[in-house]
């Protein structure tokens, strides 16, 4: 049975840090992209950043980029995304997920291109 369990979350006062962590089994996440995601009240899964099976290619969206980073850990089975200056507006529920679609350098974007995804972890930034 795979499993992605995100943990990490919390309430967070605007410039603070927090660092998410992803664990997976029942599947090798070498053999996966892997990418967070997050979602506000009101609005979709929005794309924060991935990273390729290799781990040589990393990708974010402008929103995060400078203050998120993304890493895995493959011999622990886990992902993390470090955040730092942290604003109001970063303020959702992240998610992991795992796409085995692309070459060992993609680095997906998409939602819909995620096979497996965690229940989430709440992350609010107060003002």
């Known amino acids: 049975q795979v499993q992605l369990v995100e943990s990490g979350g919390s309430l967070v006062q605007a410039g603070g840090s927090l660092k998410l962590d992803c664990a997976v089994s029942?599947?090798?996440?070498?053999?996966?992209?892997m990418a967070w995601f997050r979602q506000a009240p009101g609005k979709d899964r929005e794309f924060v950043a991935s990273i390729s099976r290799n781990a040589v290619r990393t990708k974010y969206d402008d929103s995060v980029k400078g203050r998120f980073t993304i890493s895995r850990d493959d011999p622990k089975n886990k992902v993390s995304l470090q955040m730092n200056t942290l604003k109001p507006e970063d303020t959702a529920v992240y998610y992991c997920g795992a796409d085995q679609t692309g070459s060992f350098y993609y680095t997906p974007t998409k939602s819909a291109d995620f096979l497996y995804w965690g229940q989430g972890t709440q992350v609010t930034v107060s003002s």
């Open positions: 029942g599947l090798t996440s070498s053999g996966y992209a």
